[in-house]
């Protein structure tokens, strides 16, 4: 998870000593750089897996979610979900974060992976992330508890970051009231998180 201004600290530690890893593909089984204290909450290695096992072999995902996509990790923390993506095929990653060091961990683990050439990374709020282009998938892991999944796919919408038909995973606190969002292709809970995929509409809205 991605940090910046947003986030109260009780709501985004991680536990010290934690490593984070990626967990299959070319990169598998390689430390990733976090920093230490509250400012990112990475993804818990468990949700990631079942995660991206979901989008390789639900009906609505595949080979073809993950071979060649064009990722987008907003609130990227230490890059752990794009960097996964990467890892499995993905053609190509951009993040957002705002946090210095978080900063500083993500571009260290791009590097490690010697993913420069894949990678863009933007030390900006995703609340204010300038015109862009369609991502095929894109990955939104707020600070729980402030609704910001809503306020984030509107802009990332308008945008232009989040095209017809792309695929949206999001991790929320599994108090989080999600039905704003419109229709899940797939919903799991998973501790105090939940995870949620859903796909972009060609008409900008919900499937």
Not at 30 to 48: E, V
Request: proline share 6%; aromatic share 6%; glycine share 12%.
């Amino acid at each position: 998870m991605g940090s910046g201004d947003l986030s109260p600290a009780w709501s985004r530690g991680r536990a010290p000593g934690l490593p984070v890893r990626i967990i299959a593909g070319a990169w598998k089984g390689r430390t990733l750089l976090a920093p230490q204290g509250q400012a990112t909450r990475p993804t818990a290695q468990r949700a990631r897996q079942a995660l991206f096992d979901m989008i390789q072999h639900a009906p609505w995902g595949g080979r073809g979610a993950l071979e060649g996509a064009t990722v987008l990790d907003a609130f990227a923390g230490t890059g752990a979900l794009g960097l996964e993506a990467l890892s499995r095929g993905a053609a190509s990653a951009t993040f957002f974060e705002t946090d210095p060091a978080a900063l500083r961990a993500l571009r260290a683990n791009i590097s490690a992976c010697a993913a420069t050439d894949r990678t863009r990374v933007f030390a900006r709020d995703v609340l204010r992330p300038g015109p862009g282009v369609h991502t095929s998938l894109i990955f939104l892991d707020p600070p729980y508890g402030q609704g910001l999944v809503q306020r984030s796919v509107n802009v990332l919408r308008a945008e232009g970051w989040l095209g017809p038909r792309s695929l949206v995973v999001t991790e929320t606190s599994r108090l989080d009231q999600v039905a704003e969002i419109g229709s899940i292709l797939a919903h799991r809970v998973y501790g105090a998180a939940q995870l949620l995929v859903w796909r972009e509409s060609v008409n900008g809205v919900a499937d």
